[in-house]
Structure formats: C-alpha cells, structure tokens
C-alpha cells in the first residue's frame, strides 16, 4: 500500500499563484484572534481497506490448513478472505487478469498466474502482502498450473502445450521440459493444443497426468520421461479430477458428457455419462448438451462419492440460470444459481490428496456472488455469508459517512436489522475461518449510509476498519408497484428505477432520516423500536414551475394558491392538513397533465417493521404538461422540525411536525428585497437578479443523468433544457397545491387582484409567441448539451459582472441557477441581530449564499399548534463556482453543528412518552457590551471563504483550484481541529485549516477517471473517507498521520502458526508390500546438477526482497511481532527431538572421553618421566 509522506509541507505556504494561497481581506481584524492548533504533520494519506464483493472475479484458491480464501479480478486485484472482519486487498502492478490461483498449503504464501504470461509469489505472512518474486515467460503463454502440496516445484502449462517446471523458492525455471511433441504419440499429425491440466498420481508423485484441449490425456513418467499411458477421447477436455487411490480419474467435455478412465486401461473409458443428457429409449447417444467446465470428484470414508461439476445442462433449457449439481451416489441436486458460475472449490477435511477428502462444503465463485454449500446437511443448504458483498445488490446511487456517531446507535439499527434476516441457512460456522483480527485502539463508532436503484438504503457498521450491514430499508414500499410493462404511469420521468434514491440527509441524534427520489419525491422517516400498521400514509403534494411555463398557460397557473405561513398570521385550515391520498389526474385546459405526481403514493394500509418508518412523503407534480424537476440539494433539522428541499425551480420548506409546506418560492425570487410573501408576480425580465456574474456549470441533474442508461439521460437532459426554456419568475402563490385538495384556493381573496394579475400574466404572454419559446427551448437544449458534455466546468466566463442583455445565452445563464446547498444553523442572518436566532444558509449552483431566518415558536405544544415563520435575510455573499458546503463557527472557532432533538420513541404509550426538550443553544443576555462573531465557512467549487456574521465580511479567502473544480468538499473534525477537506476533479485531495484557509495537504491522489468516484466521495470525522472504486467495492482512505501510524496494528492477520494434519496411515500391508503412497525426489530430477539450466530467453526473473525463509520475518508491527514470536516458538518446538538427540550424544561422547581420559591416567600415573 503506497503511502503519501507530506511531512516536509511548510504550514502558511505561499505560491505564486493565487490557487494556492489564502488571503485575509483588508480592513478586518478578526483574523487575528482565533488560535488555530493543526499543522500540516497532522495529515497523511494512505489507503486502508476495500470492502465488497471483488469487481468482475476471475479465479480461486483456497488454503485448506490455513483457511484462507484467494480471490483474483480481471483488473489483477487480489482479496483475500480469512474469518469475519478479516480481509486483504492487494494489486498487481500491470493490472492484467489473474487466471490462476495456488496457494502454498500453511506456509504463508501464495502463487498468481496472470493472463500477460507472468507469475508472482505472494507473501501472506506480512499484514499487507506484497510480491516476493516474479516471473514473466516472453515465448509462451500460460494457460494452467499446478503446485503439489508440500513440494517447491511449480508446474506450467502453456498454449504450445509444453509444461515448464518452476523451483518457487528461488522461482528460476528448471532445465527439465515436457514438451508436447514428447506426450503424444509420434502418429499425430495434429498439435494437441493448450494444456488445460495438470496434476500428479495421489499415489505416485512421479507419475503426471496431463490433459490437452484436443481430448488426449497423457500420464506422464517423471523419472523415464516418457509417457506410460495415453488416453484418447473425440470431444475437448475442460478439466480433470483424480479419485484418491490413483487408479482412476474423470474428465469433463465439450458435449457435456463426464468420462472415467482406469489408469490402466488407456483404450477406452469405463464409464461415459451425460448428468443432464436425455436418454433415447433405443439405446442411442443422449443428445449432447453444453460443455462441463469442470467437475471435482472427492471421496467419503463412511459413504458415496461425491462429484461436483458446473455447466453441463441441455441446450433446450434456454434462459436457465447457471446451476451447480452434485452427484452423490444414485440422488443428482442441481442448484441454481442467481448469477453465471466463475469458478469453485470443493472444502476437504485434509489437504493429503492421497486419503479419504472428506467433502463438506463448496465454494461458488459467481459473477457478482459468493456462495459456500453445506455438503453434510439434506439438502444442501448455504453458509450465512459474514462478508459485507451485498453493497451491489442494487447498483448505489448516494453514499454518505459518518464518524463518531452516538454509542447506542448501531445496537438500535442492529437490533432492528436482525430480524430482517431469513432463517434458511445451514446451522454450521462459516468454514473459512483464518487468520486473527487486528489489536487497533480506534474504537469510535463508524456508519456507512448506501442508497440503491432499487430504492433501498442500507446502513453499515464500519468501526475499526471492518464492515457488517445493519439495517436496509426499501422506500419502495411506500408506493403502487406496477405490475408490468404496460401498468406503469405515464407520468414517469425515469423508465428505469423510478425509487432510486438520490440524495439522503441523515441527523444521527434524532435519527430521523430524508430521503430524496429521482422521481421528485421526498421521504420523511422515523425510527422506532415498535411495529406500527399505517392506515393511510400521510401526503403532501407541491407544485414548483418555471415562470415562463405560466406565461404560456396563465389559467394553470391562476388558481393555485399559496400555503406559506407568516410569522404571527395562523396558516388556513387546509394548509395545516395534509393529503390523505393520492391524487388522482388533472388537466389543463389544453390537455397537458397537471397536478400530478410521478409515482403513486400506496392505498392500502402498510405494515412498518420495527426500524425506520415512513412519517411524511412529499412529492413534487406535474406542472401543465412538464415535469418536475428532479431535487438536487435537501436537509432536515430535527430541532426544528423542518425540511428544505430545492431544484432548478426554486426552494421549498416543509414543517414535517404539522405537515404543512412552509415557503415555495423561485430561485429568482430569492433575491428580492421585499417580504416573499407580499411580492407582487414579476415576469424574467424584472425579476432582480444578483449583480455578480458567476462560472456556469451543468445542472445538478445534468451530472447525475451519466449514472443511469443512455434512454434515462435523454430523457432527462430534454426535461432540463424544456425547464430551463420555461425558467423565471413566478409568484409565490403559483408554487403549490393545497394539500388537501387538487385545486388551490387563492390566499388572497381580493378578486381586483386576482383579475389585474391574470391580465398582467396575458400581456407578458403577448410578447413570447410560440414560435419564440420553441426556438428559446431548442436553443437551452444546445446550450445545456454543449455543457454536458464538456470536462472542465470552468472553460466560461469568470466574470463577476453579470449581463442584463435579452440575449438567450443571459437568460439561460440565469435560468440555470439550481438551489446547491442546505444549512440549519443558529446564527446572525442580518447585519442588524444580536442574538442568534434559527437560520436556514441557502447556497446556489451561481455561487450564492442566501439566508432565511425562522421563527420558531417556543415549546412543545406551541410548536404543534402555531406555524413557524420564515423571512428573507437577502444575499450573504458570493463565490466563483456553484456552492457545496457550508458551516457555522463560533466566536473561538469551534464548530456549531446544527441544533438536533434527541430521539425518542415516537410509537411509545402516552403515559409512557417523556419527550424530551429540543436542544437549544443558550441565547446571549440582551446586553450587548460583546456582541457574539460567527464565521461562516463556505466552499465552492473553485473558492472557500469564510464569512464573518453579522458583519458580512469576507474575513479571509481562498483560490482552490483555477484549470479544475471541487467534486466533493466537507468541513470535518480533527483530533487537533478542524478543516476544509476537498476533492478536485484533477485527483487532489486538499485540506485547509479554519478560519484562516491555510493549505495543510494537496496531494494528487486519484484523477476522476468515472463518475461514480465523483457521485460517492465523501470525507468524514477524524481524518476518514471512502469512495466507490467499483460497482461493488468500497475504498476506505484516511488522511490522519495518527490512522496511518496505527494502520499496521489495526489490520487484521492472514497467516498464523498452525500445525499441518498429520500424513494418511499407510497401513501395515501396503507399508510391507509398498502399496502406499509413492514419493519422489524432485530436486534430483529438477535440480541444475541434473537437468541443467533453463534457456535465459524462455522467462525473465524479477527478484523480490527474499525467499521463502527470508518471509518469515517479513511482519511488521505488534502484532507481528507476535507472530515472530510464535513462529520461532513453533520451529523449536519442531526440533526439540533433533535438540534431544544431539544432546543425549554429546553427553554419551563426553562420558566416553571421561572414561578414555581416565583410563590413560591410570596407565600412566605411576611411571617416571623417562619411562613414557
């Protein structure tokens, strides 16, 4: 795993560039009070872990002794898998797919075979494995291998069909070849083909079968070097199976038939079956069926063989899914798969292939899958799968992350999510079952949200570097499924999922959870520990348009009324209740749809589990033949009970307490100066507009329609050009529907009013004839589609002078202004408050913050009886680049989050029911000898600025990026501080510090190479982040020093000391008349003395660090040196008898060197000096 080291970044850097320096504005002092305590050593970046299914597998292997799965990709990524919570990615440098996978039985180490004709030794027993040695043949392609247990040699088979051996030990290729010429018989005048197997006797290591693609079997004598037997067969060979005792083997092929061979009767096969074949009642062939790719034949000591085999079904079964069937004495099981079989491996109790196997279970390998088949239970039931390889069930379309959640939040989902679970599978532990969780100190609870197509939502517990799903929930449920093709409504604006889930805002404290739909509908949950059955679901339905669609249709728009609510004016009696079912369609006056929504809202009573349950749904409608535009920025606030959602057409709040929609206005109207609800409609051409010209970038939904289908993105990009030829300004009182019925009534009731506003409405529409609009709407189509298309956002105009010319490039500049970005926060919105007071900070796609201040009644009861208000604060500021973040600082520079309500059990009996007060924060005395500062820190796609309140100055400013834009900005907390982190387009990851913007880290990490990395990046709490790398994967990253530190102690170990199973007992008779087991010799048959050196052409040796005894050092950390420790331990415990012996010798040697000595003594005590 590459680390990034930034320690050498200077804190306060300055270039040259205005992109990569922060500057304090002139004439603002507040920079200079703020103490700001992170430093540029507090960050580093590193991968952590990947979790989910491995993207488009392609091999196998599994360490029997060990009890570690191997899983190789197409993009030569590798992962491995050992208990729960215990997994390993690692990458191959070319990227070429892995063919073939042979672990090294418990010795730590693996073998990859990759499709560019290269082989790697992997070291398993470091944390992060890494490869040992490599080496890559330039004449001829692998196409299989095969590695002995307990033997050095490795064998290759090639498509010339020769077999190359390899000593994996100094991996140097041996001057012993079997060449194909030499197998078969000099009579063929064909090539065999590739060699599709490999595999030595069980019972005599010197004997080598062979199998070629053409058919011929050859069994190979290592010793002679010639073939003994060849076995012939018309159809192709895909794969070999040998039965313990050595005396016979099964080959699948081609026309799906499995043939036995005795080993000694090479003429013809003993056996020949079709498993899936349709036998002819004249005694003919069966008709041939599909190719077995490959069967596996594993014998029981106490019953029938077993013989597993994939493919082979007949060609009538068209449409059938893959099967797995199992052959157990005279019962055939076929299992269906839900995805096309990759691979599998038949788990034995030993790995000794000359004994009994002992079958248990099979590991299925599937596309987008993995399966493990219990063996010993009728019928064959699957192991509960402990890896988090669900994520892709349903493709993800959002992705959200947070870090240091409450303590009593993931038992709650966890509790809920345990008994979604079904109850079908085998009783037995999950038998891949190695290695040793990591000893990590990071304990902090982590939460991985994932929205699907489907409309589903996941949640994930990832602490401590680990992920289990939870909970999931389906938002489908809420609405009518149609039951084919032709049931679906004509009011989708997505043919394909119509639920997928667009953008989530989750409060972890109240756990109340909003959901945003791409068919413009908005999903309001809470979370509950009881099962209730909603009667009717609660609904409420609004109406946001484009002004110059009103222009076209004045009579749709004249009658819809208004259901805002002003600050101290009780709201009408039919804004305070909410539509109690859906609504039925509506037409204008020439025959378009209006009023209604795109799904339809479920009728019947719905029965909610315990978990998150439906409270309110909104949805947005048709608007005289248009559909809505899709929402793309949306946050709840539980303090205050309230929802704001926007799109291209404007803004709309909901109180989600009294179910009643709060404000519903234009983006255009935002900026007027007057009360929202006392200003008189306006056309486009009068509406004010903000005096700043900002960067254009696509609409939000411009970008999200890459996710879908070719047909989806069309469809969308026409419903965006049609709104955007449509766009401006319109009333307030036009904006939505009463919630109680399907036509408005007016809010005002005055008729002069009314009639002079449908009067000014006809004379606006004078002056845009048809003609004008279509060619306005075909014009904003170009122009959208122009930008669609272009890669960098920011190839525009960066101007801050906006034009007021009645060219169609202005208007659609204008009309393209889409609401970005949500924030709930207490602040100071005006420059005349001096208390802070419940604030919504509004952010748009032209770079512009707005503020909306909120009254908010005071308790409980008044808070469910009386109305909230809401009023324009005006423009805050404005940045280059459509705004996506924001954040609220106190006066000494802390975060302020937004205010929450602490959950509690909404479905809990009355007398039971102790809601807690909402958290408020405490309002300054009214004495304002020290005004309480706030800073605003706001991050755009090109700027971040931090905005003192109440004053609304620019306090300090900086330059991003200026040739790409930010995808992805949060503003986190660290162990030390917080920050701004970022993710550009060009790959950066970026942190700032606050409030004064210093640069702390710019690292070119990952260039957008697809747009999902870009739709599911995102940064969290105490320096992690994560992004979909994959359609099934999830790359965790963290950007702390401290994480990086800790890293090699959290992670999880693969290998540990086990000791191998004894060998098979060769009984007395077969030990006395040697019919056991045969051994060989390889190094004297392979070595350099006796088979020379290879040819240095063939292959090209790439040295790693060591060899094999060189990677029993090679663990890092702690916990290796656990390992280490043990390791030496195991091996001593190995040669205490060698010790013993050596001991018990010396001590014999020393005793007969005593007696020799003294026996000399003796001889010569008595004698004189002259007598020697």
């Avoid at 083997?249 to 003429?267: E, I, K, M, Q, Y």
């Avoid at 939904?701 to 969308?716: A, C, Q, W």
């Avoid at 420059?831 to 009254?855: E, Y």
Wanted: with cysteine; charged share 20%; net charge neutral.
């Amino acid at each position: 795993m590459k680390k990034f080291n930034i320690r050498k970044v200077l804190d306060g850097l300055t270039a040259v560039s205005s992109s990569s320096s922060a500057s304090p504005q002139p004439g603002n002092r507040e920079n200079d009070i703020i103490q700001e305590s992170l430093q540029s050593e507090h960050f580093q970046l590193c991968k952590t872990v990947r979790h989910g299914f491995p993207y488009q597998p392609s091999s196998v292997a599994f360490d029997p002794v060990q009890k570690i799965l191997a899983i190789g990709t197409q993009s030569g990524a590798l992962r491995l898998f050992g208990r729960a919570g215990v997994e390993c990615y690692c990458q191959h440098e070319s990227g070429a797919a892995v063919i073939q996978l042979q672990f090294l039985i418990n010795e730590g180490a693996l073998v990859s075979a990759l499709a560019d004709d290269s082989i790697h030794l992997w070291n398993l027993r470091q944390k992060i494995p890494a490869v040992l040695h490599s080496l890559k043949f330039n004449r001829e392609r692998i196409t299989f291998c095969h590695l002995p247990f307990q033997s050095k040699w490795l064998y290759v088979g090639t498509e010339r069909g020769n077999i190359h051996i390899v000593n994996v030990e100094s991996f140097s290729l041996s001057g012993y070849v079997i060449m194909w010429n030499k197998a078969i018989e000099l009579s063929s005048k064909t090539h065999p083909g590739p060699v599709v197997h490999i595999s030595d006797n069980p019972m005599d290591e010197g004997k080598l079968l062979i199998g070629f693609e053409c058919g011929i079997v050859v069994l190979w004598d290592l010793k002679s070097k010639k073939a003994d037997y060849r076995y012939n067969y018309d159809e192709a060979i895909h794969s070999v199976a040998w039965h313990h005792e050595g005396k016979q083997f099964v080959c699948s092929h081609s026309d799906g038939t499995l043939t036995t061979w005795n080993v000694r009767s090479p003429a013809k096969p003993s056996q020949i079956i079709t498993p899936h074949g349709k036998q002819p009642k004249d005694g003919k062939k069966p008709e041939p069926c599909k190719p077995i790719l490959k069967v596996e034949y594993k014998t029981s000591r106490a019953g029938e063989p077993f013989m597993v085999l994939s493919g082979g079904l007949s060609y009538d079964t068209v449409g059938r899914r893959a099967c797995l069937t199992v052959m157990h004495g005279k019962s055939t099981a076929v299992l269906e798969m839900d995805y096309p079989i990759v691979d599998f491996l038949t788990l034995c109790e030993t790995p000794y292939p000359n004994d009994f196997q002992e079958p248990y279970a099979v590991v299925v390998l599937l596309e987008k899958d993995l399966v493990v088949i219990d063996l010993t239970q009728v019928g064959y039931p699957v192991f509960e799968n402990p890896y988090p390889l669900t994520i892709h069930e349903s493709p993800v379309t959002c992705c959200e992350y947070f870090v240091d959640c409450p303590a009593d939040l993931i038992p709650a989902l966890y509790s809920v999510g345990s008994r979604q679970k079904r109850q079908a599978f085998s009783k037995k532990e999950w038998p891949i079952s190695g290695g040793n969780w990591g000893q990590g100190t990071q304990s902090y609870p982590e939460i991985i949200i994932t929205g699907h197509a489907d409309g589903s939502i996941k949640f994930w517990d990832a602490s401590a570097i680990m992920l289990q799903v939870l909970y999931k929930l389906k938002t489908a449920k809420v609405f009518e499924k149609a039951r084919s093709k032709e049931d679906k409504p004509s009011t989708d604006i997505v043919e394909e999922d119509p639920f997928a889930i667009q953008t989530l805002s989750w409060c972890p404290e109240s756990r109340m959870l909003c959901v945003a739909g791409v068919s413009a509908h908005v999903l309001i949950y809470r979370f509950s520990k009881q099962e209730v059955t909603t009667e009717v679901i609660q609904l409420l339905e609004v109406r946001m348009q484009c002004e110059l669609n009103e222009v076209d249709s004045p009579e749709a728009g004249g009658e819809q009324a208004s259901a805002v609510s002003t600050p101290g004016a009780a709201s009408s009696p039919q804004s305070s209740v909410p539509q109690t079912h859906p609504s039925t369609s509506s037409n204008s006056s020439d025959g378009l749809r209006d009023n209604v929504p795109c799904l339809k809202v479920r009728s019947s009573p719905l029965k909610q589990s315990p978990g998150y349950q439906v409270e309110l749904v909104i949805q947005l409608v048709w608007v005289s033949g248009e559909p809505p535009q899709q929402i793309t920025s949306m946050a709840i606030n539980s303090s205050y009970g309230l929802v704001a959602f926007g799109n291209g057409s404007g803004l709309a709040v909901v109180d989600y307490l009294q179910k009643t929609l709060l404000l519903n206005v234009s983006t255009a109207e935002l900026y007027g100066s007057s009360d929202p609800h006392q200003r008189q409609p306006r056309s486009p051409r009068k509406a004010r507009q903000p005096s700043g010209d900002v960067p254009r970038k696509p609409s939000c939904m411009s970008g999200l329609s890459s996710f879908y289908s070719e047909t989806v993105k069309k469809l969308r990009t026409s419903y965006l050009s049609l709104c955007d030829a449509n766009d401006g300004s319109t009333a307030s009182e036009d904006r939505c529907k009463s919630p109680t019925s399907g036509s408005g009534s007016p809010c005002n009731s005055d008729d002069d009013k009314q009639q002079k506003f449908i009067d000014r409405v006809k004379s606006k529409s004078r002056r845009f004839s048809k003609n004008v609009a279509n060619d306005f709407a075909k014009m904003s189509r170009k122009l959208s589609t122009s930008a669609d298309q272009k890669t960098d956002f920011d190839a525009k105009d960066n101007s801050f002078s906006r034009s007021r010319s009645s060219s169609v490039t202005s208007i659609d500049r204008e009309s393209r202004e889409v609401i970005s970005f949500f924030h709930f926060c207490d602040t100071l919105p005006r420059k005349t408050d001096t208390f802070a007071t419940p604030s919504i900070l509004v952010g748009t796609s032209q770079g512009t913050v707005l503020a909306l201040a909120l009254a908010v009644p005071p308790t409980t009861e008044q808070r469910l009886q009386q109305p909230v208000g809401v009023s324009f604060c005006g423009t805050l500021g404005r940045l280059k680049g459509g705004v996506l973040r924001m954040a609220l600082l106190d006066s000494t520079g802390s975060l302020q989050p937004p205010p929450y309500e602490p959950w509690y059990e909404p479905n809990a009996p009355e007398e039971e029911k102790e809601r807690p007060r909402r958290r408020r924060p405490a309002s300054p005395p009214s004495s304002q000898e020290s005004q309480e500062t706030y800073y605003a820190v706001v991050c755009s796609e090109k700027q971040a600025k931090v905005l003192s309140l109440p004053s609304q100055n620019f306090i300090y400013e900086h330059n991003i990026t200026e040739t790409s834009f930010v995808l992805r900005a949060d503003v986190v907390t660290m162990p030390a501080g917080i920050c701004i982190t970022c993710f550009c387009a060009n790959g950066h990851i970026m942190a700032l510090s606050l409030p004064s913007l210093r640069p702390l880290l710019d690292l070119n990490y990952l260039p957008l190479t697809d747009m999902r990395i870009a739709r599911t990046f995102c940064f969290s709490n105490l320096g992690q982040a994560l992004y979909l790398t994959s359609p099934t994967e999830i790359q965790r990253i963290t950007y702390s020093q401290e994480t990086c530190d800790n890293l090699q102690e959290m992670l999880g170990e693969l290998f540990t000391p086990v000791e191998t199973p004894e060998a098979p007992n060769r009984g007395f008779f077969k030990g006395l008349f040697g019919g056991g087991a045969q051994s060989l010799d390889r190094e004297d048959l392979f070595g350099e003395l006796s088979a020379g050196k290879a040819s240095r052409s063939l292959a090209q040796h790439i040295p790693g660090p060591g060899g094999i005894e060189g990677m029993k050092g090679a663990a890092s950390g702690v916990v290796g040196e656990l390992a280490r420790a043990r390791i030496a331990l195991d091996e001593r415990g190995q040669k205490l008898g060698e010790l013993e012996e050596r001991t018990a010798a010396m001590m014999a040697s020393a005793d007969s060197f005593s007696r020799h000595a003294h026996d000399v003594m003796l001889k010569y005590k008595d004698k004189k000096w002259y007598q020697l």
